[in-house]
């Protein structure tokens, strides 16, 4: 199996095109975005040697999934996925801040609180919780977006507005939309027998109004832990069977791997790309309720480039 970690598309009308951790995105006519999703993968920031096969498509269709599912609470950027891999959009003022709202103490949050954290983004976190537990109510850590090979830096809502980061008046319409967003992420979850645990929202901002962008409830922006055994482990104090990427983190992490200045990505063996493949394609299903169709990768360079070009074909440039 192959994966598609770099593409070199020039589309008419391009203006621009930028790389990041995991999509290359081109600019059209400075007023569309073709997001092509790669198989890329990253981890504590950095993105790792080798792509994970169908990876991309996984992320795009979940992602394209949840953008129409949700478009009644938000705004959206995109237009249409015209192919498995891409979505095509509007170009938006991207916000400068990642809003990531928490259900449950677990992940990052969690290493934080063992290491005696109370407070997270001036968000106060009570004394006595254990790992994995539930909030009583969700809580919003926001983070500063990083360029690629920089870390996400956590920030108060109190900073981003005083820094002018966000008017007061947008960033409480943003609190607003991603608690409205997680709860219905919570409930299409629920359905299928998951618990979406926590998750980021990024947006940005068309003629004056508010719009999600990017990608939305994939296992890249996402933790979900399975429903059903959920209680019961806690109860006894083991690790929850999750679908997420953390399962990447810990396998980088018991390899003396977090991110750190003169640490070495462990070696990332066909087993364990395949691994990875293979859960990434699980949360699909469980999340969609859907079957995973796998796309062949024999002329996908060609495929993508078509499917772009006629898309492009019908936008008003």
């Known amino acids: ?30 007023k569309y975005l073709v997001m092509v999703a790669t198989d890329r993968i990253s981890a504590f920031d950095v993105v790792l040697p080798k792509g994970i096969p169908y990876k991309g498509q ?52 969690w290493r934080a609180y063992k290491e005696g954290a109370r407070e997270i983004c001036g968000v106060h976190i009570p004394e006595g919780m254990r790992e994995h537990q539930k909030f009583e109510e969700p809580i919003i850590t926001p983070t500063t977006k990083a360029e690629i090979g920089d870390h996400d830096q956590d920030i108060s809502r109190e900073e981003i507005i005083a820094k002018g980061l966000i008017s007061e008046q947008d960033y409480k319409e943003l609190e607003r939309i991603t608690l409205a967003l997680y709860k219905r992420g919570c409930e299409i979850a629920a359905g299928q027998g998951l618990i979406l645990v926590d998750t980021k929202y990024e947006f940005g901002k068309k003629d004056g109004e508010i719009y999600l962008i990017d990608e939305i409830h994939t296992p890249d922006s996402s933790r979900y832990f399975y429903a ?75 495929r993508i480039e078509g499917n772009v070009k006629n898309m492009i074909a019908r936008l008003e440039l």
Not at 1 to 30: C, H, L, P, W
Not at 91 to 100: A, G
Not at 253 to 265: C, I, L
């Open 228 to 302: 059903d055994s959920y209680q019961e482990l806690f109860d006894k104090g083991e690790q929850q069977r999750q679908l997420s990427k953390e399962f990447v983190r810990e396998w980088l992490m018991e390899h003396n791997f977090s991110g750190k200045e003169g640490q070495k990505v462990p070696e990332m063996t066909e087993e364990r790309v395949n691994i990875i493949s293979d859960r990434y394609i699980e949360l699909y299903e469980h999340i969609t309720g859907r079957k995973f169709v796998k796309e062949p990768y024999n002329d996908i360079y060609d």
């Open 58 to 109: 996984v992320l795009n269709q979940i992602a394209s999934y949840f953008l129409d599912l949700t478009s009644d609470i938000v705004k959206n950027w995109k237009i249409a996925s015209p192919d498995p891999m891409v979505t095509v959009g509007y170009k938006c003022q991207s916000l400068p801040v990642e809003m990531i709202v928490r259900g449950y103490l677990t992940g990052s949050s």
């Open 1 to 30: 199996m192959n994966a598609i970690t770099r593409t070199e598309f020039d589309f008419s009308g391009q203006t621009a095109k930028y790389i990041g951790k995991v999509r290359d995105v081109y600019t059209i006519a400075d």
